[in-house]
T-cell receptor, first 117, second 114 residues
Framework: AQKVTQAQTEISVVEKEDVTLDCVYETRDTTYYLFWYKQPPSGELVFLIRRNSFDEQNEISGRYSWNFQKSTSSFNFTITASQVVDSAVYFCALSEVIYNQGGKLIFGQGTELSVKP | DAGVIQSPRHEVTEMGQEVTLRCKPISGHNSLFWYRQTMMRGLELLIYFNNNVPIDDSGMPEDRFSAKMPNASFSTLKIQPSEPRDSAVYFC????????????FGPGTRLTVT
């Protein structure tokens, strides 16, 4: 069965600190996608990144970076120099890939990040 | 392009009433998903469609829930009769499975059943 675990329920940091959100996944599939979504207090779900299982290169986008390691089944998310606007719940998700069919997302329980000024 | 559109944004109804949630996916997307978010269960998939055909409805809680996608630009999720435990935020998402599998979410419908 597929499963995503975000062990950190809540994290609180002070502005400008770096913070890493952990994500560990389980799947028997050899082909899959991993995602991160942000849910700010307003409630919408904002897509941040998608990574496929064949691409283990780390990715950086501005203050955001992602570390994908298949050996440890982890897909961690780091925010550098955090800002108050980063305060949100962050979800890691796993998607199976079925030929010619969309894949459903299996979400972790989310990590609530609070960035204090 | 407009994102995924959901209506209504908020719905308050009494137990036993029928509730219909609506979703318009992003134009050109061929997969549509209905998710539910609760404090207890987090985000969970209810059902998804490919090319308007239901593919996986294993997450639909019970027969009180039904979903349809009569065409590529419209889907409904119906609860009849509604119960207080159905109170949740219901999200619709769409994706282009032939391109990138990225699911884009609507703003959600917050349902309260009293």
């Amino acid at each position: 069965a597929q499963k995503v675990t975000q062990a950190q329920t809540e994290i609180s940091v002070v502005e400008k600190e770096d913070v890493t959100l952990d994500c560990v996944y389980e799947t028997r599939d050899t082909t899959y996608y991993l995602f991160w979504y942000k849910q700010p207090p307003s409630g919408e779900l904002v897509f941040l990144i998608r990574r496929n299982s064949f691409d283990e290169q780390n990715e950086i986008s501005g203050r955001y970076s992602w570390n994908f390691q298949k050996s440890t089944s982890s897909f961690n998310f780091t925010i550098t120099a955090s800002q108050v606007v980063d305060s949100a719940v962050y979800f890691c998700a796993l998607s199976e890939v079925i030929y010619n069919q969309g894949g459903k997302l299996i979400f972790g329980q989310g990590t609530e990040l609070s960035v204090k000024p | 392009d407009a994102g995924v559109i959901q209506s209504p944004r908020h719905e308050v109804t009494e137990m036993g009433q029928e509730v219909t949630l609506r979703c318009k996916p992003i134009s050109g997307h061929n997969s549509l998903f209905w998710y539910r978010q609760t404090m207890m269960r987090g985000l969970e998939l209810l059902i998804y469609f490919n090319n308007n055909v239901p593919i996986d409805d294993s997450g639909m809680p019970e027969d009180r829930f039904s979903a349809k996608m009569p065409n590529a630009s419209f889907s409904t999720l119906k609860i009849q009769p509604s119960e207080p435990r159905d109170s949740a935020v219901y999200f619709c998402a769409s994706s282009d499975r032939d391109r990138d599998h990225e699911q884009y979410f609507g703003p959600g419908t917050r349902l309260t059943v009293t």
